[in-house]
């Protein structure tokens, strides 16, 4: 069963200012069924908050995790969660 989860991520590195948070929303629109948003933080880091089908929701980790991303990904930290709803589709924040 591939049941519906919430994952928080802090992306540390070079990250804002080079694209990533919207190559992060164009990754979770070509994987499809995540809801969520990306934004950058003030100490430098992107948080991005995805919820959907686990399987998918790992899809996007592992993009941020090693996939071709903008700037340079030094980390990341992820949480898991319940699912709270209330995000219409993918955005940038």
């Not at 934004?39 to 908050?49: A, C, K, P, S, T």
Request: charged share 30%; proline share 3%.
């Amino acid at each position: 069963m591939n049941k519906e989860v919430r994952m928080t991520a802090w992306v540390r590195g070079r990250v804002q200012g080079v694209g990533f948070r919207w190559f992060a929303r164009a990754n979770a629109l070509r994987i499809g069924e995540l809801a969520g948003f990306a934004v950058n933080l003030g100490d430098g880091r992107v948080q991005v908050v995805a919820e959907g089908p686990k399987d998918r929701v790992e899809q996007l980790l592992e993009w941020l995790r090693t996939g071709d991303t903008p700037g340079r990904v030094d980390g990341v930290t992820e949480i898991w969660d319940t699912p709270r709803g209330g995000y219409d589709g993918f955005e940038i924040r």
